[in-house]
């Protein structure tokens, strides 16, 4: 039996024959292909503007910087995260302000974020772990009522939705990424939904070394921007995977409800949500007696790739010098301690789901 690893991109004939056609059509870097990305995106946000980048993690320091954060400021979010939610934070020189997550959902917990608001506090950042959305209408309620910007990481929840809306279409500065392992990959790249058209000049600017062009052999620069453009070699990926955005969402939710029918070796499961989810993955959290590196070691004997996502970051080192430490967030500890990244992907079918379940009982007892 071949080896089911946790994830795996889903790219069809038409996009690499795509690719090939981009390679050999001597404009390789950002172009057409990137206009043509950003608008599609752009439609399926409502028609608000899009901005693509290399990768998401840019997408989210540039949704700081045009959200005016900086030294001195303080952004409150999850501990439970991949890492960059808090690195871009401090690399606009501001201070990460975790809380502590909702054990049920796994996403930041919205009742105990107004009583770490202080007069530094800019800006909330909510992750939608796993594809989950933070809910927006308690989100929205508090930013607005506390007077802060909002930098949604909708890193993983790419073709979420909120109560019918999809993710991007409304709110504040919204971030996606396009990593391999997400639903909709351009193998490396990301993108920014503004809010508004008054930010695009700045977006623009900051994603490639300030640059502002005029005219024919105009140029200026008087912001520091960074070098984050996404190549149209990437964009024609990203092109040819947006069509199947519905139907991979589909897939990922019937093999999520696999996993819900079939799933009897212990442990917490996901919230079973049905409407809003992507399903970017299927994570357990495995039972306190459960030995997690054992338990990814005998899947991996059984065929079956398990990933991790995510330890607590304020655990790390580089977050513990800055004061965080161990026992402040006790339900982000315990799940980043033993939560796992069961296999999820839209190629999969529902017999690897029950080969899954089956070995992960064996294994578990
Ligand atoms: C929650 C979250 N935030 C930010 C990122 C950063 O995205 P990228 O890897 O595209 O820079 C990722 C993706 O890896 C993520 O999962």
């Not at 999850?78 to 502590?100: I, M, Q």
């Not at 506090?121 to 007077?147: E, F, M, Q």
């Not at 990933?307 to 970051?313: E, F, K």
Request: proline share 5%; with cysteine; hydrophobic share 45%.
């Amino acid at each position: 039996m071949s080896f089911l690893p946790f994830t795996r991109p889903q790219l069809d004939e038409a996009t690499i024959a795509g690719v090939a056609e981009v390679l050999r059509s001597g404009w390789i870097t950002s172009g057409p292909q990137v206009k043509a990305f950003e608008a599609a995106l752009s439609r399926l946000c409502g028609g608000r503007p899009v901005r693509s980048f290399s990768s998401g993690t840019a997408a989210l320091e540039v949704a700081l910087r045009l959200a005016g954060i900086g030294e001195g400021d303080e952004v409150i979010t999850t501990p439970l995260s991949w890492v960059a939610t808090a690195n871009v934070v401090l690399e606009v020189g501001a201070r990460p302000v975790f809380v502590d997550i909702d054990p049920n959902t796994r996403n930041i917990d919205l009742n105990s974020i107004e009583a770490v608001v202080t007069p530094r506090t800019r800006a909330l950042l909510p992750v939608d772990l796993a594809g989950l959305p933070v809910d927006r209408d308690r989100l929205y309620a508090i930013s607005k009522n506390r007077h802060l910007r909002v930098s949604e990481d909708a890193a993983q929840s790419f073709g979420a939705s909120w109560r019918g809306r999809i993710l991007g279409s409304f709110g504040d500065l919204v971030a996606f990424s396009f990593h391999a392992n997400k639903n909709i990959t351009t193998a490396e790249g990301g993108a920014l939904v503004l809010p508004d058209s008054k930010y695009i000049s700045l977006c623009e600017r900051l994603r490639l070394q300030g640059v502002e062009r005029s005219g024919e052999d105009g140029m200026e620069v008087d912001v520091l921007g960074g070098k984050w453009n996404l190549t149209d070699i990437a964009a024609r990926i990203g092109l040819g995977q947006l069509p199947h955005l519905k139907a991979f969402t589909e897939k990922r939710r019937s093999l999520a409800k696999k996993y819900f029918e079939l799933w009897k070796a212990g442990g917490d499961l996901p919230p079973a949500d049905f409407e809003n989810s992507n399903w970017h993955m299927f994570q357990v959290v495995l039972p306190e007696s459960a030995d997690r590196s054992r338990f990814i070691a005998a899947m991996r004997e059984s065929g079956i790739g398990v990933g991790v996502h995510y330890p607590a970051m304020h655990l790390f080192a580089l977050y513990r010098r800055l004061g965080w430490h161990a026992g402040q967030f006790p339900h982000a500890e315990r799940v980043g301690r033993a939560i796992v990244t069961l296999p999820l992907f839209p190629a999969m079918e529902d017999a690897d789901v029950e080969r899954v379940c089956k070995a992960a009982k064996k294994v578990l007892g």
